[in-house]
């Protein structure tokens, strides 16, 4: 029977740590009747060393043995231009492509024959695929490591604390979107003792806000239709009307706040504008704003920059954070290549790696550009 041969690659991205594939999930691929090759120093980043994945049933090979020999190419990002010019017809490349982002590179590798299966356009309202569901699982992570690093960056206590020399008041921490990460970062930020209010366009969202123990802020902003519709499990984008009516009745409330954790985003899109310059300047000296959408498009924060911290003229610390999954490379590349397995479960079939644009989970992870 024929055997589907899989390459788990080195990311070669500025501060990307993460790997595709971890040795106990080359153990599962392995039992599944996988074969797994990894690039030589691929796991190095998230301390995974090339004996860990030889002794889990890998063949740890140089990048033009990988390309050569592989049905499937694994990776986290997007390739790199000289990475993708390796890619052959006919061979499959799945990693979380953006290619919403980079249309050039999805309509390059379609027009070479080169088949893309990308993570990030797994409709997250598919429960069939919710174990394959790479976004959840890497927001999880940034969720948990923004609450961390503004806990770290802020020169006071999260919880109250009665001592000997008098009580110290709980931090106040508002976190501007309740989706995955934004609902890690209550939950996160709740268990370190701080107070904590959040913020939706979707008031479905209220539910689980408060199941964490956080407040839900009520925001009156006019809508041209139901408030934060989803779609495909995400928040509809708002109009600019919309935005400039919600940054104006979240202005107070943010510049009242010790901490902002902003987690809002739209997939392929430049993120919401949440927080202006004009709002932080009115923050107490202290205060810490953690920018998790900050990215090449922008990011929630007026001002803040891709893994850029700065301290503003006002005192106010201000972090661009767009890369946490990769600050904590061993948990998000284990959670990803979890989710990498149960994709390869559903795509390998008696021996074959079958791409049926039919299929719903396939066709969505295709989106089209596949030939």
């Known amino acids: 029977m024929a055997t589907v041969t899989v390459g788990a690659v080195r990311e070669r991205a500025p501060g990307e740590r993460r790997v595709a594939l971890v040795p106990e999930a080359v153990t599962l691929l392995r039992r599944a009747g996988i074969d797994v090759l990894v690039e030589t120093g691929?796991?190095?980043?998230?301390?995974?060393?090339?004996?860990?994945?030889?002794?889990?049933?890998?063949?740890?090979?140089?990048?033009?043995?990988?390309?050569?020999?592989?049905?499937?190419?694994?990776?986290?990002?997007?390739p790199a231009p000289e990475a993708a010019e390796a890619l052959r017809a006919g061979q499959t490349l799945i990693g979380l492509l953006e290619p919403l982002r980079q249309p050039a590179l999805a309509q390059d590798l379609y027009r070479r024959g080169v088949h893309t299966v990308s993570l990030d356009l797994l409709p997250r309202t598919l429960s069939r695929a919710q174990s394959m569901d790479a976004l959840?699982?890497?927001?999880?992570?940034?969720?948990?490591k923004a609450a961390l690093?503004?806990?770290?960056?802020?020169?006071?206590?999260?919880?109250?604390?009665?001592?000997?020399?008098g009580t110290m008041r709980p931090a106040q921490v508002l976190v501007l979107g309740a989706g995955v990460a934004g609902l890690q970062a209550i939950a996160t930020a709740r268990r370190l003792g701080a107070v904590v209010t959040a913020y939706d366009v979707r008031p479905d969202s209220r539910g689980e806000v408060e199941s964490l123990g956080a407040r839900f802020l009520d925001v009156q902003s006019p809508q041209h239709e139901e408030p934060g519709t989803e779609r495909d499990g995400y928040a509809r984008e708002l109009t600019p009307q919309e935005q400039k009516a919600q940054r104006a009745a979240l202005d107070d409330h943010i510049a009242r706040s010790d901490i902002v954790l902003t987690t809002a985003q739209v997939p392929g899109r430049r993120p919401p504008l949440l927080v202006t310059a004009a709002v932080l300047a009115r923050m107490r000296s202290g205060s810490v704003v953690v920018d998790l959408a900050a990215g090449e498009l922008g990011?929630?924060?007026?001002?803040?920059?891709?893994?850029?911290?700065?301290?503003?003229?006002?005192?106010?610390?201000?972090?661009?954070?767009?890369?946490?999954?990769?600050?904590?490379?061993?948990?998000a590349s284990t959670a990803y290549a979890r989710n990498l397995v149960a994709l390869l479960r559903h795509l390998v079939r008696e021996g074959e790696l079958v791409l049926d644009p039919a299929d719903e989970i396939t066709g969505a992870l295709m989106g089209g550009t596949s030939s």
Request: hydrophobic share 45%; glycine share 10%.
């Open 42 to 78: 691929a796991g190095s980043g998230a301390w995974f060393t090339d004996a860990d994945y030889t002794a889990a049933g890998a063949t740890v090979v140089e990048p033009d043995e990988l390309y050569a020999r592989a049905d499937a190419v694994l990776c986290v990002g997007p």
């Open 136 to 144: 959840t699982s890497q927001a999880n992570i940034a969720g948990y």
């Open 299 to 331: 990011g929630n924060v007026e001002g803040s920059e891709l893994d850029k911290t700065e301290v503003l003229d006002n005192g106010v610390t201000l972090i661009g954070a767009g890369h946490l999954p990769s600050a904590m490379a061993t948990a």
């Open 149 to 165: 690093l503004a806990a770290d960056s802020y020169d006071r206590f999260f919880p109250m604390l009665t001592t000997a020399a």
